[in-house]
């Protein structure tokens, strides 16, 4: 029989976005609209479960309003006999006093509660979920499914060895190999942990759906959902879009700028009332120009839901030393410059030495 589901994952309900300042609260808003459009979308294919693949909640003991708020969603799906299967995350873990264990979720929700993955079944679907008690635990390992004719779907929150984890201090966590994949015997593994949407390849589907909502500047420009669908036989996977903001990084080099025009005109084209925007600012600039940061800011932070400039431009290396007033300050300050071994006090001289040599200018 056809069936459908929807995979999703690493919602982080709760997270606090310190990067985002004063807009964090809207995007932990964001956030709860994201998830209640998913329940929406599956009332409107309708899925027979949702299966969330760890990360529901951004740490173990979240607000009540917050649970409750899930709760309330959950129940939207019970009326229309819709089943939701949670496998615990490494923010969200199944421990004691944890959200799982101190409120009580409606009857369609099945919350894995085991170390070592365990079937849960309904109408011709077996889950098999596991819950999340430590870093090291290899889900897959020495695992197979159950010979019967279910469609058979693995949820486990984990790192599959082949994937790119730069800069992610949670690579090893909960490692999965791929010969383990392969033989697992299950038709659908639904992984949660990695935060953009991600096919792996095996003998197994297999896919992270990544968050739903962007969490940071690494997420993808777009977030999504996945629809599963199995006629008994072939196992289709279709991304479906789902994130309200719009997060992006743009790095670009301002050596051959002369004024902070070009800059301007990039922001211009890039902004959006739903956008993210990380511009970093790179290269090694003539002293003529003159950047002001806040001013851009104050410019354009309207035009933007949120907007962050990062000054990384450094100087040039042909800056003449003479016996000039204006080659002393260069070469007094160069000496500073070259002492500091502190970033961002270096930074502050780079910058004093480019408004000073500015000011110079104008004077002599």
């Not at 799982?100 to 979920?129: A, M, T």
């Not at 999965?176 to 994949?181: F, G, H, P, S, Y």
């Not at 959902?225 to 289709?236: E, F, Q, R």
Request: charged content about 30%; glycine content about 6%; proline content about 4%.
């Amino acid at each position: 029989m056809a069936m459908k589901l929807i995979h999703t994952s690493d919602l982080h309900l709760g997270s606090t976005f310190k990067v985002l300042g004063d807009k964090s609260k809207l995007h932990r808003n964001d956030c709860q609209d994201v998830f209640s459009n998913i329940i929406n979308l599956c009332i409107k294919e309708r899925v027979k479960a949702l299966l969330i693949g760890g990360d529901l909640f951004d740490t173990a003991e979240p607000q009540k309003s917050l649970v409750k708020f899930v709760i309330t969603e959950f129940e939207r799906l019970n009326k229309e006999k819709i089943s939701v299967f949670i496998s615990s995350g490494n923010h969200d873990p199944h421990k004691m006093d944890s959200v799982w264990l101190h409120y009580e979720f409606p009857s369609n929700v099945f919350i894995f509660d085991s170390p070592d993955l365990e079937p849960k079944e309904i109408d011709g679907l077996s889950v098999y979920g596991i819950a999340y008690t430590n870093d090291t635990k290899e889900p897959l390992k020495g695992f197979k499914a159950d010979d019967n004719d279910n469609f058979k779907v693995g949820l486990i929150h984990g790192s599959v060895v082949s994937v790119n984890w730069d800069e992610q201090p949670e690579a090893g966590y909960r490692r999965i190999a791929e010969t383990d994949l392969d033989s697992c015997k299950l038709d659908y593994v639904a992984l949660g942990h990695f935060h953009d949407i991600l096919e792996i390849k095996s003998k197994t589907r297999c896919f992270y759906s990544g968050s739903p909502e962007p969490l940071t500047f690494k997420n993808r420009k777009d977030c999504s959902v996945l629809l599963i669908s199995h006629d008994g036989s072939i196992v289709t996977v279709r991304p479906m879009k789902t994130n309200i903001r719009e997060f992006e990084t743009l790095e670009i080099d301002c050596t051959n700028f002369e004024s902070d025009s070009e800059i301007r005109k990039i922001l211009e084209k890039y902004k959006g009332k739903d956008k993210v925007l990380r511009l970093i600012l790179r290269g090694l600039p003539s002293l003529d120009l003159n950047l002001d940061i806040d001013l851009l800011l104050k410019e354009f932070d309207e035009k933007y839901f949120f907007l962050k400039i990062d000054d990384d431009i450094h100087l040039p290396d042909n800056l003449t030393e003479d016996e000039t007033i204006r080659g002393n300050y260069i070469r007094l300050i160069k000496v500073e410059i070259e002492k500091e071994n502190d970033p961002e006090k270096k930074k502050r001289l780079e910058n004093a030495l480019r408004i000073g040599v500015g000011f110079l200018d104008k004077k002599l």
